[in-house]
């Protein structure tokens, strides 16, 4: 079974920096390619980066490119998303995702706030 887990979310100040990981279970994790999304309240989950499978392809939204990256390290099974700089917009629950076959899994979320 397809398990997901994010961690390392927390209250950070703007301009500050944030390392979320994503531990994956259950499933050949090499072979694929994971996503980090991010959801606000009351809006559609946006895809922030991308991973390939053995780590040669990453993407970026505009809104963080520059300022998130995005790596794995396939003999732990894990996924980072290294976060610098960080603006107000940042605040969101943070997701990884995987797709195999038809099948999309999702960890449980992870909290990113700004204080003010």
């Known amino acids: 079974q397809v398990h997901l887990v994010e961690s390392g979310g927390g209250t950070v100040q703007p301009g500050g920096s944030l390392r979320l990981s994503c531990a994956a279970s259950?499933?050949?994790?090499?072979?694929?390619?994971v996503t980090w999304y991010r959801q606000r309240p009351g809006e559609e989950r946006e895809l922030v980066a991308q991973?390939?499978?053995?780590?040669?392809?990453?993407q970026y939204s505009d809104p963080v490119r520059g300022r998130f990256t995005v790596s794995r390290d396939n003999t732990k099974n894990m996924v980072g998303l290294q976060k610098v700089n960080l603006k107000p917009e940042t605040t969101a629950m943070y997701l990884c995702?995987?797709?195999?076959?038809?099948?999309?899994?999702w960890g449980q979320g992870n909290q990113v706030s700004l204080s003010t």
């Open positions: 995702q995987t797709r195999i076959g038809l099948a999309t899994d």
């Open positions: 259950g499933f050949g994790f090499s072979d694929y390619t």
């Open positions: 991973i390939s499978a053995v780590g040669r392809s990453t």
